[in-house]
């Protein structure tokens, strides 16, 4: 009986052959523009594949054209990525935003409704809200609270369900680790969508990467992620990556093409670098998470804490989260006593964890949603989900939890110091 091979495994050498490459035991970075055709007639057999002028015939591949297209260090990647999620193919991307805007762009057109979770991610709402609105997109929010009949009475309630062609829905929210439900959601779509015209289920999991959910499984078309985050890191790259079926990516994929914002080489390369220890990465952030998590639910100067591994048992979120995700990751988000000014006085105090925005990386951040990721979103939906002034979101990385602990403890100890001389004060 042949074993499977744990894609973990497979991260060192999937996809890529040595004797191709001087034999050199990791892909080089093929830093080239362009390739050279054995033939004419190989050149035209690759750009009918490229353009979509005909069907592969079996066992062909697109062959090399041209880095906007294709490249070795982008199909290796590629390749790999699919293992995790365990999906037909991938499309790598620039940036985060420039994955979901290309989701969004080639499965919506003007007059066509699209459905999608709040909160979201303030570019994602911008997106949506600002862009796609001003080229004849319209949409409506849900938020995770909402049943299933609820959220199709609302689009029902638009008059625009007809025209409902994609959705999209974030999951875990950022930044209130919100859960939506993968399987609620492809059931709407498929109340709504016809023979004729299929509606399609997106779904950004780039709060929980590959290692930790893969929606594909539970009926999500299409996967997004900003690799920036745990895929790449290490805060030294920008990516996004989107996966489906290869009829779907085969459409991505074009458009990729023409908009011409795919990853470059060198980003690529540095991508593979960083799949060999994704696991081992994610692993200890998750532990490391779970340890602050609970110092924080026990912290006096904390009155409200987003963690997944603390949700009530029997909930409706704790029943999405042992169906849908196999850890709780390592995202927290936590309501300071106070506002703006105690979460400021939080941040400017800490000194192992850095004050900056993303996500995933080796290095814990910190950063304030409601004035910096989430700038962007009107005051009354900040309100609604949950976005108040006092809410500080963690990325927990991979330093040892005591010292992140002792860090958080410091800049807390700060804001309690000055809370209590300001009653002093006013005793006075």
Known sequence: MKSIIHPESH?????????????????????????????????????????????????????LIYSRINNPNLEILEDRLCLWDQAEDCAVFES???????????????????????????????FITQFLKSIGVDSIGFSPDQTKEEIIELVEGTGKANNLSLIYIETPANPTNDLIDIEMCKAIAQHFESHEKPIYLAVDNTYMGPLWSNPLQFGADLIIYSATKYIGGHSDLIAGAVLANRELMGRVKVLRTFLGNMANPHTCWLLLRSLETLKVRMEQQALNAKAVADYLSQHAMVSKLYYLGGLSPGSRSSEIYNRQYKSAGAMIAFELNGGEQEAFQFLNNLKLIKLAVSLGSTESLAQHPASMTHIGVSKELKERIGITDGLVRLSIGIENSNDIIADIDYAMSKIENKTISKKILNIV
Request: proline letters at 6%; zero cysteines; a negative charge.
């Open 96 to 126: 985060g935003m420039s994955a979901i805007s290309t989701v969004l762009l080639e499965f919506l057109k003007p007059g066509d409704f699209l459905l999608y979770s709040m909160p979201t991610y303030g570019g994602t709402d911008h």
């Open 11 to 63: 991260m060192m050498s999937y996809g890529y052959k040595p004797e191709l490459s001087e034999g050199a035991i990791k892909p080089p970075i093929f830093q080239t523009s362009t390739f050279v055709f054995k033939s004419a007639e190989e050149g035209k057999a690759y750009f009918q594949l490229a353009y979509g002028l005909r069907e592969k015939e079996q066992n062909e591949e697109l062959g």
